[in-house]
């Protein structure tokens, strides 16, 4: 099942570890995003990770860590305006850009189409 998926193609788990780090770098310089993640961001690191995994096909380690993703009801607590989401795609597609040597042309568009529909959900103010 996991080679004909997307975790399959890219080479598992690593991959994600490389997106979310990159991704964090991105966060980390970023003022309006900075200030809503926790000082330490291991753990932060850990869980984007292992959601990204499971999404594209992986182990389900996210859900045996942490339970059913609820993705809206986990971000209720942060102010996702139209600027935070605008930022955090930015980051998050400047991460797809940087590993994208692992990806082929189609799983590069299925990943960036599927972030910018999920931060779009996730506005909400
Ligand atoms: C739209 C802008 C977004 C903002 C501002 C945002 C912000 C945050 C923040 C502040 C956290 C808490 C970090 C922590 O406690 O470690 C978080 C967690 C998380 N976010 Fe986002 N996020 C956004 C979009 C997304 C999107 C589009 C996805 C999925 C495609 C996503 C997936 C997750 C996951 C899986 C977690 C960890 C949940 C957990 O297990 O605690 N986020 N996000």
């Keep these: 099942m996991e080679e004909q998926s997307l975790y399959g193609r890219v080479g598992g788990q690593a991959f994600f570890d490389d997106l979310v780090e990159r991704f964090y770098e991105g966060v980390v310089c970023d003022e309006l995003l900075r200030p809503m993640y926790p000082d330490d961001l291991e753990e932060s690191r850990r869980h984007l990770a292992l959601f990204f995994a499971q999404y594209w096909g992986g182990p389900r380690s996210y859900e045996e860590v942490r339970g059913h993703p609820r993705l809206r009801m986990r971000h209720a607590a942060f102010r996702i305006t139209k600027r935070a989401r605008d930022a ?22 299925e990943m960036v189409a599927y972030f910018e529909m999920a931060a779009h959900q996730l506005r909400n103010v």
């Design 88 to 109: 955090w795609l930015l980051h998050m597609t400047a991460a797809v850009n940087a590993v994208s040597d692992r990806l082929s042309p189609e799983d590069y568009e």
